[in-house]
């Protein structure tokens, strides 16, 4: 090997990188805050995800916002808990930033449902999901987040939980 034309190629590499970060696109148009702990009492942990995307075209995306509530055992272990139905409810809103405060620009009912633990190679802790198609920049063009709320009704019958944020992205 030539060791004088190492430092060229080096420069070449650098150049070459520099130019990769700085015109790449990102191929992803979401934001995801996954199985975020809402509440975590006896006998009963609650975990929420939240999710917000838009339509970025020629990629796999869409005007989405994404709410999921699984129910684990206390200490947020991996095992889902068997739940009957209508134990467990997830619902969604989607927020907007004004310039100076969030808004609600739209959302979801609830949705209840059972709660329990698949198994296989993708296994783990299921529960009500909602999908909601928010229609990307009907509030206008900003920042765009998703509040995901996640509850669950205890052996006593209280329902505890909480509300989880995606984060925000700019919606155009």
Known sequence: MN???????????????????????????????????????????????AGIDHLVPNSFSGNLAYANTYAVSQGCGPIGLSLPYPYAAARLD??????????????????????????????GPWGPSQLFNYGGPVCGSGFY?????AYVMDASGVWRGGATWSGSEFVP
């Open 3 to 49: 060791f004088r034309r190492a430092p060229k190629w080096a420069i070449y590499m650098i150049f070459g990188s520099l130019f990769a970060a700085v015109t790449a696109h990102s191929a992803s148009a979401w934001t995801w805050n996954s199985r975020h702990t809402v509440y975590d009492g006896p006998g009963l942990c609650i975990l929420g995800d």
């Open 94 to 123: 989607v927020w907007k930033w004004t310039g100076s405060t969030w808004a609600i620009c739209n959302g979801t009912e609830w949705l209840f449902g059972a709660t329990g633990n698949s198994s296989g190679e993708f296994g």
């Open 145 to 149: 987040g998703t509040q995901a709320s």
